[in-house]
Protein backbone atom coordinates (compact mmCIF):
# COMPACT_ATOMS: atom_id res chain seq x y z
CA UNK A 1 0.00 0.00 0.00
CA UNK A 2 2.86 2.41 0.99
CA UNK A 3 5.11 1.49 -2.13
CA UNK A 4 1.65 2.22 -4.30
CA UNK A 5 1.40 5.53 -2.62
CA UNK A 6 4.91 6.72 -3.20
CA UNK A 7 4.26 5.29 -7.07
CA UNK A 8 1.62 7.27 -7.63
CA UNK A 9 2.89 10.87 -6.17
CA UNK A 10 6.24 9.75 -8.37
CA UNK A 11 4.36 9.35 -11.12
CA UNK A 12 2.85 12.75 -10.94
CA UNK A 13 6.48 14.63 -11.19
CA UNK A 14 7.10 14.07 -14.77
CA UNK A 15 3.36 14.19 -15.91
CA UNK A 16 3.60 18.13 -14.06
CA UNK A 17 6.68 18.76 -15.85
CA UNK A 18 5.14 17.99 -19.00
CA UNK A 19 2.37 20.46 -17.88
CA UNK A 20 4.35 23.01 -17.17
CA UNK A 21 6.54 22.64 -20.36
CA UNK A 22 3.57 22.84 -22.54
CA UNK A 23 1.62 25.54 -20.95
CA UNK A 24 4.86 27.40 -20.80
CA UNK A 25 5.22 27.27 -24.30
CA UNK A 26 1.94 27.73 -25.58
CA UNK A 27 2.04 30.87 -23.43
CA UNK A 28 4.81 32.64 -25.13
CA UNK A 29 4.07 31.65 -28.06
CA UNK A 30 1.12 34.03 -27.94
CA UNK A 31 1.68 37.00 -30.34
CA UNK A 32 1.78 40.32 -28.31
CA UNK A 33 3.39 40.99 -25.15
CA UNK A 34 2.55 42.16 -21.61
CA UNK A 35 4.61 45.48 -22.37
CA UNK A 36 2.65 46.27 -25.91
CA UNK A 37 -0.26 48.14 -25.14
CA UNK A 38 -1.66 51.30 -26.61
CA UNK A 39 1.00 53.72 -25.96
CA UNK A 40 4.14 52.61 -26.81
CA UNK A 41 6.97 52.86 -24.58
CA UNK A 42 10.38 54.61 -25.54
CA UNK A 43 12.20 51.34 -27.08
CA UNK A 44 15.55 52.37 -24.45
CA UNK A 45 12.37 51.75 -21.75
CA UNK A 46 11.43 48.87 -23.22
CA UNK A 47 14.62 47.12 -23.89
CA UNK A 48 15.63 47.71 -20.48
CA UNK A 49 11.75 46.17 -19.21
CA UNK A 50 12.81 43.43 -21.34
CA UNK A 51 16.18 43.16 -20.19
CA UNK A 52 15.19 43.00 -16.55
CA UNK A 53 12.30 40.36 -17.43
CA UNK A 54 14.65 38.15 -19.55
CA UNK A 55 12.34 38.90 -22.40
CA UNK A 56 14.85 39.83 -25.27
CA UNK A 57 16.81 36.37 -24.65
CA UNK A 58 15.54 33.27 -26.36
CA UNK A 59 12.73 31.57 -25.15
CA UNK A 60 14.29 28.49 -23.99
CA UNK A 61 16.54 30.39 -22.11
CA UNK A 62 13.44 31.66 -20.22
CA UNK A 63 11.75 28.68 -19.83
CA UNK A 64 14.97 27.35 -17.81
CA UNK A 65 14.94 30.67 -15.81
CA UNK A 66 11.06 30.09 -14.99
CA UNK A 67 11.66 26.70 -13.75
CA UNK A 68 14.85 27.41 -11.88
CA UNK A 69 12.63 29.92 -10.17
CA UNK A 70 9.63 27.36 -9.90
CA UNK A 71 11.90 24.68 -7.75
CA UNK A 72 12.42 27.66 -5.27
CA UNK A 73 9.14 28.05 -4.81
CA UNK A 74 9.16 31.34 -6.83
CA UNK A 75 6.47 31.34 -9.70
CA UNK A 76 7.74 35.04 -10.43
CA UNK A 77 6.32 38.62 -11.07
CA UNK A 78 3.47 39.47 -12.35
CA UNK A 79 3.87 41.71 -15.24
CA UNK A 80 0.56 43.33 -14.85
CA UNK A 81 0.22 44.11 -11.22
CA UNK A 82 2.81 46.24 -10.43
CA UNK A 83 4.66 45.20 -7.35
CA UNK A 84 3.45 41.95 -7.03
CA UNK A 85 4.37 38.44 -7.33
CA UNK A 86 2.32 36.08 -8.63
CA UNK A 87 3.11 33.96 -5.22
CA UNK A 88 1.58 37.23 -3.09
CA UNK A 89 -1.28 37.32 -5.64
CA UNK A 90 -2.62 34.03 -5.57
CA UNK A 91 -2.21 33.71 -1.89
CA UNK A 92 -4.64 35.90 -1.60
CA UNK A 93 -7.31 34.44 -4.39
CA UNK A 94 -6.70 30.79 -3.80
CA UNK A 95 -8.17 30.86 -0.31
CA UNK A 96 -11.54 32.13 -1.78
CA UNK A 97 -11.68 29.62 -4.29
CA UNK A 98 -10.68 27.04 -2.27
CA UNK A 99 -13.89 27.99 0.22
CA UNK A 100 -15.81 28.36 -2.20
CA UNK A 101 -14.56 24.67 -3.57
CA UNK A 102 -14.81 23.06 -0.46
CA UNK A 103 -17.84 24.36 0.91
CA UNK A 104 -19.41 23.24 -2.79
CA UNK A 105 -17.82 20.00 -2.95
CA UNK A 106 -18.96 18.92 0.59
CA UNK A 107 -22.96 20.18 -0.15
CA UNK A 108 -22.70 18.31 -3.33
CA UNK A 109 -21.55 15.07 -1.68
CA UNK A 110 -23.94 15.06 0.94
CA UNK A 111 -27.26 16.06 -0.53
CA UNK A 112 -26.11 14.34 -3.57
CA UNK A 113 -25.35 10.77 -1.98
CA UNK A 114 -28.53 11.66 0.51
CA UNK A 115 -30.78 11.86 -2.47
CA UNK A 116 -29.36 9.45 -4.35
CA UNK A 117 -29.60 6.99 -1.13
CA UNK A 118 -33.45 7.82 -0.50
CA UNK A 119 -34.10 7.70 -4.66
CA UNK A 120 -32.80 4.09 -4.52
CA UNK A 121 -34.52 2.77 -1.44
CA UNK A 122 -37.79 4.00 -2.48
CA UNK A 123 -37.71 3.30 -5.92
CA UNK A 124 -39.87 3.87 -8.77
CA UNK A 125 -42.03 6.20 -6.19
CA UNK A 126 -43.05 9.63 -6.36
CA UNK A 127 -40.22 10.69 -4.16
CA UNK A 128 -37.84 8.80 -6.64
CA UNK A 129 -39.32 10.44 -9.68
CA UNK A 130 -39.16 14.30 -7.89
CA UNK A 131 -35.29 13.64 -6.95
CA UNK A 132 -34.11 11.99 -10.83
CA UNK A 133 -36.10 14.62 -12.13
CA UNK A 134 -33.94 17.57 -10.22
CA UNK A 135 -31.27 15.56 -11.17
CA UNK A 136 -31.95 15.29 -14.90
CA UNK A 137 -32.62 19.74 -14.53
CA UNK A 138 -29.39 19.85 -12.82
CA UNK A 139 -27.10 18.62 -14.74
CA UNK A 140 -28.58 20.80 -18.25
CA UNK A 141 -28.35 23.93 -16.04
CA UNK A 142 -24.50 24.61 -16.25
CA UNK A 143 -23.11 27.06 -13.68
CA UNK A 144 -23.07 30.20 -15.70
CA UNK A 145 -26.89 30.11 -16.39
CA UNK A 146 -27.55 29.35 -12.48
CA UNK A 147 -25.71 32.12 -11.70
CA UNK A 148 -27.55 35.13 -13.02
CA UNK A 149 -31.02 32.78 -12.08
CA UNK A 150 -29.44 33.38 -8.29
CA UNK A 151 -29.00 36.90 -8.57
CA UNK A 152 -32.49 37.88 -10.48
CA UNK A 153 -34.25 35.49 -7.87
CA UNK A 154 -32.40 36.05 -4.57
CA UNK A 155 -30.96 39.50 -5.14
CA UNK A 156 -33.13 41.26 -7.52
CA UNK A 157 -36.78 39.83 -6.94
CA UNK A 158 -36.45 39.41 -2.99
CA UNK A 159 -33.07 41.40 -1.33
CA UNK A 160 -32.14 38.24 0.31
CA UNK A 161 -28.30 38.26 -0.60
CA UNK A 162 -26.00 40.55 -1.55
CA UNK A 163 -25.29 40.21 -5.27
CA UNK A 164 -21.69 40.10 -5.32
CA UNK A 165 -18.86 40.69 -3.48
CA UNK A 166 -16.81 38.37 -0.76
CA UNK A 167 -16.54 40.29 2.31
CA UNK A 168 -14.16 38.08 4.26
CA UNK A 169 -16.02 35.19 3.38
CA UNK A 170 -19.80 35.92 5.27
CA UNK A 171 -22.10 33.65 4.61
CA UNK A 172 -24.23 35.59 2.68
CA UNK A 173 -21.66 35.83 0.81
CA UNK A 174 -21.27 32.42 0.03
CA UNK A 175 -24.74 31.07 -0.55
CA UNK A 176 -24.72 31.75 -4.33
CA UNK A 177 -21.57 31.16 -5.20
CA UNK A 178 -22.15 27.61 -3.64
CA UNK A 179 -25.62 27.15 -5.12
CA UNK A 180 -24.24 28.43 -8.79
CA UNK A 181 -21.47 25.49 -8.44
CA UNK A 182 -22.79 22.69 -5.97
CA UNK A 183 -26.52 22.14 -8.10
CA UNK A 184 -24.86 20.33 -10.61
CA UNK A 185 -22.90 17.96 -9.13
CA UNK A 186 -25.63 17.04 -6.85
CA UNK A 187 -27.58 15.92 -9.42
CA UNK A 188 -24.90 13.64 -11.00
CA UNK A 189 -24.15 12.02 -7.47
CA UNK A 190 -27.59 11.59 -6.91
CA UNK A 191 -27.78 9.69 -10.13
CA UNK A 192 -24.48 7.67 -9.93
CA UNK A 193 -25.78 7.00 -5.82
CA UNK A 194 -29.24 6.00 -7.12
CA UNK A 195 -27.85 3.26 -9.40
CA UNK A 196 -25.26 1.63 -7.68
CA UNK A 197 -27.35 1.62 -4.54
CA UNK A 198 -30.17 -0.47 -6.53
CA UNK A 199 -27.50 -2.59 -7.85
CA UNK A 200 -26.17 -3.28 -4.50
CA UNK A 201 -29.33 -3.88 -2.35
CA UNK A 202 -29.82 -6.65 -5.01
CA UNK A 203 -26.84 -7.92 -4.22
CA UNK A 204 -26.66 -11.39 -2.44
CA UNK A 205 -24.71 -10.12 0.82
CA UNK A 206 -27.58 -7.77 1.11
CA UNK A 207 -30.31 -10.45 1.20
CA UNK A 208 -27.85 -12.34 3.56
CA UNK A 209 -27.82 -9.78 5.79
CA UNK A 210 -31.42 -8.89 5.58
CA UNK A 211 -32.37 -12.69 6.46
CA UNK A 212 -30.05 -12.62 9.83
CA UNK A 213 -32.60 -9.73 10.90
CA UNK A 214 -30.55 -7.31 11.22
CA UNK A 215 -32.50 -3.42 11.29
CA UNK A 216 -32.51 -1.79 8.39
CA UNK A 217 -30.47 1.16 9.50
CA UNK A 218 -27.57 -1.14 9.96
CA UNK A 219 -27.62 -3.12 6.56
CA UNK A 220 -27.32 0.42 4.44
CA UNK A 221 -25.03 2.13 6.59
CA UNK A 222 -23.42 -0.74 7.49
CA UNK A 223 -23.01 -2.89 4.06
CA UNK A 224 -24.49 -1.27 1.84
CA UNK A 225 -22.73 1.93 1.55
CA UNK A 226 -19.31 1.14 1.12
CA UNK A 227 -19.84 -0.63 -2.09
CA UNK A 228 -22.61 1.47 -3.49
CA UNK A 229 -19.36 4.58 -2.58
CA UNK A 230 -17.33 2.89 -5.47
CA UNK A 231 -18.82 4.81 -8.76
CA UNK A 232 -19.17 7.75 -6.70
CA UNK A 233 -15.52 7.82 -5.49
CA UNK A 234 -14.28 7.52 -9.16
CA UNK A 235 -16.67 10.63 -9.99
CA UNK A 236 -14.86 12.50 -7.37
CA UNK A 237 -12.03 13.32 -9.48
CA UNK A 238 -13.71 14.88 -12.53
CA UNK A 239 -15.98 16.76 -10.08
CA UNK A 240 -13.25 18.29 -8.43
CA UNK A 241 -11.71 19.43 -11.95
CA UNK A 242 -14.92 20.44 -12.67
CA UNK A 243 -15.44 22.59 -9.20
CA UNK A 244 -12.20 24.37 -9.83
CA UNK A 245 -13.23 25.19 -13.66
CA UNK A 246 -16.53 26.52 -12.27
CA UNK A 247 -14.92 28.63 -9.88
CA UNK A 248 -13.78 30.75 -12.90
CA UNK A 249 -17.37 31.45 -13.94
CA UNK A 250 -18.32 32.25 -10.57
CA UNK A 251 -15.40 34.44 -9.70
CA UNK A 252 -16.82 36.18 -12.76
CA UNK A 253 -19.72 36.70 -12.33
CA UNK A 254 -20.26 37.41 -8.06
CA UNK A 255 -17.11 39.46 -8.40
CA UNK A 256 -15.48 37.11 -5.24
CA UNK A 257 -11.90 37.75 -6.04
CA UNK A 258 -10.88 34.34 -6.28
CA UNK A 259 -8.64 32.76 -8.84
CA UNK A 260 -10.68 32.49 -11.84
CA UNK A 261 -10.62 36.17 -12.42
CA UNK A 262 -6.72 36.41 -11.99
CA UNK A 263 -6.73 33.48 -14.67
CA UNK A 264 -9.18 35.47 -17.32
CA UNK A 265 -7.50 38.26 -17.07
CA UNK A 266 -4.32 37.08 -16.78
CA UNK A 267 -4.98 34.94 -20.27
CA UNK A 268 -6.27 38.33 -22.25
CA UNK A 269 -3.65 40.12 -20.57
CA UNK A 270 -0.64 38.11 -22.03
CA UNK A 271 0.30 38.30 -18.40
CA UNK A 272 2.71 35.09 -18.67
CA UNK A 273 3.65 34.29 -14.68
CA UNK A 274 0.20 35.03 -13.68
CA UNK A 275 -1.37 32.24 -16.08
CA UNK A 276 1.42 29.55 -15.84
CA UNK A 277 0.88 30.11 -12.09
CA UNK A 278 -2.65 29.51 -12.00
CA UNK A 279 -1.89 26.53 -14.41
CA UNK A 280 0.76 24.93 -12.48
CA UNK A 281 -1.17 25.22 -9.03
CA UNK A 282 -4.78 23.99 -10.97
CA UNK A 283 -2.73 21.46 -12.32
CA UNK A 284 -0.48 19.94 -9.43
CA UNK A 285 -4.39 20.31 -6.85
CA UNK A 286 -5.46 17.99 -9.69
CA UNK A 287 -2.76 15.34 -9.91
CA UNK A 288 -3.19 15.22 -7.00
CA UNK A 289 -6.99 14.82 -6.29
CA UNK A 290 -6.76 11.70 -8.31
CA UNK A 291 -3.68 9.93 -6.96
CA UNK A 292 -6.28 10.43 -3.85
CA UNK A 293 -9.18 9.20 -5.64
CA UNK A 294 -6.96 6.45 -6.54
CA UNK A 295 -5.70 5.98 -2.99
CA UNK A 296 -9.30 6.19 -1.82
CA UNK A 297 -9.99 3.25 -4.26
CA UNK A 298 -7.64 0.93 -2.57
CA UNK A 299 -8.74 1.76 0.75
CA UNK A 300 -12.20 1.31 0.23
CA UNK A 301 -12.49 -1.82 -2.40
CA UNK A 302 -10.54 -5.02 -1.19
CA UNK A 303 -11.12 -6.42 -4.44
CA UNK A 304 -8.26 -4.11 -5.73
CA UNK A 305 -4.31 -4.94 -4.90
CA UNK A 306 -1.32 -3.02 -5.61
CA UNK B 1 -31.34 -45.87 -47.25
CA UNK B 2 -34.70 -45.80 -49.64
CA UNK B 3 -36.26 -42.93 -49.48
CA UNK B 4 -39.03 -42.72 -52.05
CA UNK B 5 -39.27 -40.05 -54.65
CA UNK B 6 -42.65 -38.52 -53.24
CA UNK B 7 -41.43 -37.98 -50.08
CA UNK B 8 -38.54 -35.81 -50.98
CA UNK B 9 -41.40 -33.81 -53.33
CA UNK B 10 -43.54 -33.28 -49.97
CA UNK B 11 -40.43 -32.66 -48.02
CA UNK B 12 -39.50 -30.34 -50.72
CA UNK B 13 -43.56 -28.26 -51.16
CA UNK B 14 -43.18 -27.88 -47.32
CA UNK B 15 -39.76 -26.25 -47.04
CA UNK B 16 -40.99 -23.92 -50.37
CA UNK B 17 -43.97 -22.88 -47.74
CA UNK B 18 -42.70 -22.31 -44.63
CA UNK B 19 -41.76 -18.57 -44.33
CA UNK B 20 -38.34 -17.84 -43.75
CA UNK B 21 -37.73 -17.12 -40.07
CA UNK B 22 -36.18 -13.52 -40.38
CA UNK B 23 -32.81 -12.76 -37.69
CA UNK B 24 -33.31 -9.79 -36.00
CA UNK B 25 -29.96 -7.57 -36.16
CA UNK B 26 -28.63 -5.92 -33.40
CA UNK B 27 -30.09 -2.39 -34.95
CA UNK B 28 -33.41 -3.45 -35.80
CA UNK B 29 -33.64 -4.55 -32.10
CA UNK B 30 -32.51 -1.30 -30.99
CA UNK B 31 -34.53 0.42 -33.37
CA UNK B 32 -37.88 -1.08 -31.61
CA UNK B 33 -36.45 -0.60 -28.41
CA UNK B 34 -35.66 3.30 -28.88
CA UNK B 35 -39.00 3.91 -30.77
CA UNK B 36 -41.08 2.30 -27.88
CA UNK B 37 -39.08 5.05 -25.14
CA UNK B 38 -41.39 7.64 -25.65
CA UNK B 39 -39.19 10.61 -23.65
CA UNK B 40 -36.52 10.13 -26.16
CA UNK B 41 -38.80 9.75 -29.17
CA UNK B 42 -40.14 12.99 -27.96
CA UNK B 43 -36.71 14.93 -27.55
CA UNK B 44 -35.77 13.71 -30.88
CA UNK B 45 -38.81 15.43 -32.22
CA UNK B 46 -38.11 18.74 -30.39
CA UNK B 47 -34.72 18.39 -31.36
CA UNK B 48 -35.10 18.02 -34.73
CA UNK B 49 -37.81 20.90 -34.64
CA UNK B 50 -35.29 22.82 -32.93
CA UNK B 51 -32.68 23.03 -35.69
CA UNK B 52 -35.64 23.48 -38.32
CA UNK B 53 -36.40 26.80 -36.58
CA UNK B 54 -32.98 27.43 -36.18
CA UNK B 55 -32.02 26.81 -39.88
CA UNK B 56 -35.17 28.61 -41.18
CA UNK B 57 -36.57 31.02 -38.50
CA UNK B 58 -34.40 33.60 -39.87
CA UNK B 59 -35.93 33.76 -43.46
CA UNK B 60 -39.63 34.26 -41.61
CA UNK B 61 -37.87 38.12 -39.73
CA UNK B 62 -37.37 41.61 -41.74
CA UNK B 63 -34.44 41.43 -39.27
CA UNK B 64 -30.49 40.19 -39.95
CA UNK B 65 -28.56 39.17 -37.15
CA UNK B 66 -26.81 41.93 -37.24
CA UNK B 67 -29.11 44.59 -38.56
CA UNK B 68 -29.88 47.51 -35.70
CA UNK B 69 -33.13 48.50 -35.04
CA UNK B 70 -32.25 52.52 -34.58
CA UNK B 71 -36.13 52.92 -33.78
CA UNK B 72 -35.94 50.11 -30.85
CA UNK B 73 -32.63 51.31 -29.63
CA UNK B 74 -33.82 54.94 -28.49
CA UNK B 75 -35.86 52.78 -25.92
CA UNK B 76 -34.78 49.05 -24.99
CA UNK B 77 -37.10 48.84 -22.16
CA UNK B 78 -40.43 49.42 -23.90
CA UNK B 79 -40.12 49.75 -27.31
CA UNK B 80 -37.40 46.68 -27.29
CA UNK B 81 -39.65 45.00 -25.67
CA UNK B 82 -41.49 40.93 -27.57
CA UNK B 83 -43.88 42.38 -29.86
CA UNK B 84 -45.71 40.78 -33.01
CA UNK B 85 -45.85 44.24 -34.40
CA UNK B 86 -42.76 45.51 -34.90
CA UNK B 87 -41.43 42.01 -36.08
CA UNK B 88 -39.40 41.83 -32.77
CA UNK B 89 -40.73 38.46 -31.75
CA UNK B 90 -38.18 37.92 -28.97
CA UNK B 91 -38.16 41.38 -28.65
CA UNK B 92 -34.45 43.30 -28.92
CA UNK B 93 -31.08 43.19 -27.39
CA UNK B 94 -29.07 46.37 -25.64
CA UNK B 95 -28.12 47.46 -29.38
CA UNK B 96 -31.60 47.23 -31.32
CA UNK B 97 -30.90 43.90 -32.19
CA UNK B 98 -33.27 41.43 -32.83
CA UNK B 99 -33.43 38.72 -30.71
CA UNK B 100 -35.33 35.93 -32.91
CA UNK B 101 -32.94 35.97 -35.34
CA UNK B 102 -29.79 36.02 -33.31
CA UNK B 103 -30.87 33.34 -30.94
CA UNK B 104 -31.77 31.15 -34.19
CA UNK B 105 -28.26 32.29 -35.00
CA UNK B 106 -26.97 31.45 -32.17
CA UNK B 107 -28.32 28.08 -32.14
CA UNK B 108 -26.90 27.33 -35.10
CA UNK B 109 -23.42 28.05 -34.07
CA UNK B 110 -23.97 25.88 -30.78
CA UNK B 111 -25.63 23.21 -32.33
CA UNK B 112 -22.51 23.38 -35.02
CA UNK B 113 -20.25 23.05 -32.22
CA UNK B 114 -21.85 20.65 -30.54
CA UNK B 115 -21.60 18.43 -33.38
CA UNK B 116 -18.40 18.99 -35.41
CA UNK B 117 -16.90 19.04 -31.61
CA UNK B 118 -18.41 15.12 -30.77
CA UNK B 119 -17.01 14.39 -34.23
CA UNK B 120 -13.67 15.67 -33.56
CA UNK B 121 -13.85 13.68 -30.58
CA UNK B 122 -15.64 10.84 -31.64
CA UNK B 123 -12.98 10.35 -34.57
CA UNK B 124 -9.72 10.59 -32.52
CA UNK B 125 -11.26 8.68 -29.67
CA UNK B 126 -12.43 5.68 -31.65
CA UNK B 127 -9.51 5.44 -33.86
CA UNK B 128 -6.90 5.50 -30.54
CA UNK B 129 -8.68 3.38 -28.48
CA UNK B 130 -9.58 0.51 -31.12
CA UNK B 131 -5.47 1.21 -31.89
CA UNK B 132 -4.75 0.66 -28.28
CA UNK B 133 -6.62 -1.97 -27.78
CA UNK B 134 -6.07 -4.05 -31.04
CA UNK B 135 -2.15 -3.57 -30.74
CA UNK B 136 -1.59 -3.76 -26.97
CA UNK B 137 1.54 -5.00 -25.86
CA UNK B 138 3.99 -2.06 -24.74
CA UNK B 139 2.01 0.05 -27.27
CA UNK B 140 -0.81 -0.10 -25.36
CA UNK B 141 0.95 1.06 -22.26
CA UNK B 142 1.93 3.60 -23.67
CA UNK B 143 -0.82 4.99 -25.31
CA UNK B 144 -2.74 4.73 -21.88
CA UNK B 145 -0.06 6.15 -20.21
CA UNK B 146 -0.11 9.19 -22.69
CA UNK B 147 -3.63 9.57 -21.95
CA UNK B 148 -3.38 9.19 -18.16
CA UNK B 149 -1.30 12.12 -18.59
CA UNK B 150 -3.18 14.01 -20.58
CA UNK B 151 -6.34 13.33 -18.03
CA UNK B 152 -4.34 15.01 -15.20
CA UNK B 153 -4.26 18.26 -17.14
CA UNK B 154 -6.71 21.20 -16.75
CA UNK B 155 -8.20 21.45 -20.01
CA UNK B 156 -10.62 23.97 -19.67
CA UNK B 157 -7.92 26.33 -18.43
CA UNK B 158 -5.49 25.05 -21.92
CA UNK B 159 -8.49 25.97 -24.20
CA UNK B 160 -8.83 29.50 -22.38
CA UNK B 161 -4.84 29.75 -23.66
CA UNK B 162 -5.58 28.51 -26.72
CA UNK B 163 -8.62 30.62 -27.56
CA UNK B 164 -6.44 34.04 -26.41
CA UNK B 165 -3.97 32.44 -28.79
CA UNK B 166 -5.25 31.99 -31.52
CA UNK B 167 -8.21 34.59 -31.69
CA UNK B 168 -11.99 33.48 -31.62
CA UNK B 169 -11.70 31.16 -34.30
CA UNK B 170 -14.92 29.22 -34.53
CA UNK B 171 -13.32 26.52 -36.29
CA UNK B 172 -10.66 26.77 -33.88
CA UNK B 173 -13.60 26.32 -31.04
CA UNK B 174 -14.21 22.82 -32.67
CA UNK B 175 -10.73 21.50 -32.93
CA UNK B 176 -9.97 22.78 -29.41
CA UNK B 177 -13.29 21.72 -27.66
CA UNK B 178 -13.35 18.48 -29.89
CA UNK B 179 -9.45 17.47 -28.77
CA UNK B 180 -9.86 17.61 -25.32
CA UNK B 181 -12.87 15.66 -25.15
CA UNK B 182 -12.07 12.38 -26.46
CA UNK B 183 -10.09 11.14 -23.79
CA UNK B 184 -13.29 8.81 -22.13
CA UNK B 185 -14.30 8.02 -25.78
CA UNK B 186 -10.95 6.42 -26.27
CA UNK B 187 -10.69 4.67 -22.96
CA UNK B 188 -14.93 3.48 -23.68
CA UNK B 189 -13.78 1.98 -26.97
CA UNK B 190 -10.32 0.56 -25.79
CA UNK B 191 -12.28 -1.65 -23.44
CA UNK B 192 -14.50 -3.12 -25.61
CA UNK B 193 -11.82 -3.66 -28.34
CA UNK B 194 -10.23 -5.78 -25.84
CA UNK B 195 -13.37 -7.97 -25.42
CA UNK B 196 -13.58 -8.44 -29.28
CA UNK B 197 -9.71 -8.80 -29.93
CA UNK B 198 -10.05 -12.62 -28.95
CA UNK B 199 -13.19 -13.17 -31.03
CA UNK B 200 -12.93 -15.78 -34.44
CA UNK B 201 -13.44 -13.09 -36.89
CA UNK B 202 -11.21 -11.04 -36.25
CA UNK B 203 -8.81 -14.29 -35.97
CA UNK B 204 -10.18 -15.17 -39.21
CA UNK B 205 -8.90 -11.86 -40.68
CA UNK B 206 -5.72 -11.87 -39.16
CA UNK B 207 -5.07 -15.53 -40.45
CA UNK B 208 -6.11 -14.51 -44.22
CA UNK B 209 -3.41 -11.95 -43.89
CA UNK B 210 -5.77 -8.70 -43.47
CA UNK B 211 -3.17 -5.72 -42.16
CA UNK B 212 -3.42 -4.46 -38.95
CA UNK B 213 -4.90 -1.06 -39.78
CA UNK B 214 -7.20 -2.52 -41.79
CA UNK B 215 -8.59 -4.91 -39.31
CA UNK B 216 -8.80 -1.75 -37.01
CA UNK B 217 -10.88 0.23 -39.65
CA UNK B 218 -13.24 -2.72 -41.18
CA UNK B 219 -13.82 -4.99 -38.04
CA UNK B 220 -13.08 -3.06 -34.93
CA UNK B 221 -14.56 -0.27 -35.45
CA UNK B 222 -18.16 -1.25 -37.30
CA UNK B 223 -18.47 -3.34 -34.20
CA UNK B 224 -17.98 -0.70 -31.16
CA UNK B 225 -20.18 1.60 -33.32
CA UNK B 226 -23.11 1.04 -30.59
CA UNK B 227 -21.37 2.08 -27.88
CA UNK B 228 -19.65 5.01 -29.64
CA UNK B 229 -23.35 6.40 -31.20
CA UNK B 230 -24.39 6.26 -27.42
CA UNK B 231 -21.29 8.25 -26.17
CA UNK B 232 -21.56 10.67 -28.82
CA UNK B 233 -24.99 11.77 -28.43
CA UNK B 234 -24.12 12.58 -24.35
CA UNK B 235 -21.14 14.51 -25.96
CA UNK B 236 -23.08 16.72 -27.71
CA UNK B 237 -24.86 18.04 -24.54
CA UNK B 238 -21.32 18.41 -23.27
CA UNK B 239 -19.87 20.29 -26.45
CA UNK B 240 -22.62 22.67 -26.39
CA UNK B 241 -22.18 23.54 -22.72
CA UNK B 242 -18.61 24.05 -23.08
CA UNK B 243 -18.79 26.31 -26.10
CA UNK B 244 -21.18 28.15 -24.02
CA UNK B 245 -18.80 28.59 -21.35
CA UNK B 246 -16.12 29.82 -23.40
CA UNK B 247 -18.71 32.34 -24.81
CA UNK B 248 -19.92 33.34 -21.42
CA UNK B 249 -16.66 34.54 -20.62
CA UNK B 250 -16.18 36.25 -23.92
CA UNK B 251 -13.87 34.34 -25.62
CA UNK B 252 -15.90 32.63 -28.13
CA UNK B 253 -17.41 33.41 -31.29
CA UNK B 254 -16.90 36.98 -32.83
CA UNK B 255 -19.44 39.64 -32.80
CA UNK B 256 -21.54 40.30 -34.12
CA UNK B 257 -22.24 36.77 -34.60
CA UNK B 258 -23.54 35.14 -31.82
CA UNK B 259 -24.03 31.56 -29.89
CA UNK B 260 -26.40 30.69 -27.00
CA UNK B 261 -23.59 31.18 -24.41
CA UNK B 262 -22.79 34.87 -25.18
CA UNK B 263 -26.18 35.63 -26.02
CA UNK B 264 -27.05 34.38 -21.92
CA UNK B 265 -23.78 36.40 -21.23
CA UNK B 266 -25.21 39.69 -22.42
CA UNK B 267 -28.74 38.61 -21.46
CA UNK B 268 -27.36 38.30 -17.69
CA UNK B 269 -25.77 41.40 -18.01
CA UNK B 270 -29.15 43.32 -18.84
CA UNK B 271 -31.77 41.08 -16.50
CA UNK B 272 -33.05 43.76 -14.40
CA UNK B 273 -34.75 45.54 -17.41
CA UNK B 274 -35.21 43.46 -20.04
CA UNK B 275 -35.38 40.11 -19.10
CA UNK B 276 -36.61 38.53 -22.42
CA UNK B 277 -32.96 38.61 -23.35
CA UNK B 278 -31.55 36.36 -21.15
CA UNK B 279 -35.22 34.28 -20.99
CA UNK B 280 -35.34 32.66 -24.45
CA UNK B 281 -31.20 32.00 -25.52
CA UNK B 282 -31.69 30.29 -21.95
CA UNK B 283 -35.25 28.51 -22.90
CA UNK B 284 -33.55 27.06 -26.08
CA UNK B 285 -30.50 26.29 -24.57
CA UNK B 286 -31.87 24.24 -21.71
CA UNK B 287 -34.41 22.50 -23.76
CA UNK B 288 -31.51 21.56 -26.03
CA UNK B 289 -29.94 20.05 -23.40
CA UNK B 290 -32.37 18.24 -22.19
CA UNK B 291 -33.18 16.48 -25.28
CA UNK B 292 -29.85 15.57 -25.89
CA UNK B 293 -29.42 13.86 -22.44
CA UNK B 294 -33.10 12.27 -22.58
CA UNK B 295 -32.02 11.24 -26.04
CA UNK B 296 -28.60 9.69 -25.37
CA UNK B 297 -30.20 7.88 -22.25
CA UNK B 298 -32.70 6.58 -24.88
CA UNK B 299 -30.17 5.41 -27.19
CA UNK B 300 -28.24 3.85 -23.88
CA UNK B 301 -31.02 1.63 -23.56
CA UNK B 302 -31.35 0.65 -26.73
CA UNK B 303 -28.04 -0.32 -27.75
CA UNK B 304 -26.55 -0.97 -24.77
CA UNK B 305 -29.13 -2.83 -22.56
CA UNK B 306 -26.89 -4.46 -20.36
CA UNK B 307 -25.81 -0.86 -19.33
CA UNK B 308 -28.79 -0.53 -17.31
Known amino acids: MLTFIAKRILEAIPTLLILITVSFFLMHSAPGSPFSSERALPPEVLANINAKYHLDEPVINQYFYYLGGLLQGDLGPSFRYKDFTINELIGQSFPVSAEIGIWSFLVALIIGVGCGIIAALRQNSWLDYSVMGFANLGIVLPNFVLAPLCILFFSIYNQWLPPGGWNGGAWPYLVMPVIAMSTSYIAQIARITRGSMIETMHSNFIRTARAKGLPKYRIIFQHALRPAMLPVISYLGPAFVGIVTGSVIVDVYFGTGGIGQHFINGALNRDYSMVMGVTILVGTLTILFNAIVDILYAVIDPKIRY | ?201 IEAAYACGVSTPKIILRHIVPNVLGIVVVYATLLVPNMILLESFISFLGLGVQEPMTSWGALISEGAQNMEIAIWQLAWPLGFLVVTLFCFNFLGDGLRDALDPKDR
Open chain 2, 1 to 201: MITSKDKIQAVEQFAEKVVEVEGRSLWQDARRRFFSNHAAVSSLIILLLITAIALLGPLFSQWNYDDIDWEALSDISTLGRPNIENSHYFGTDTLGRDIFVRTMQGGQISLLVGIMGSIVAIVIGTLYGAASGYIGGRVDSVMMRFLEILNSFPFMFFVIILMTLFGRHIFLIFVAIGAISWLDMARIVRGQTLSLKNKEY
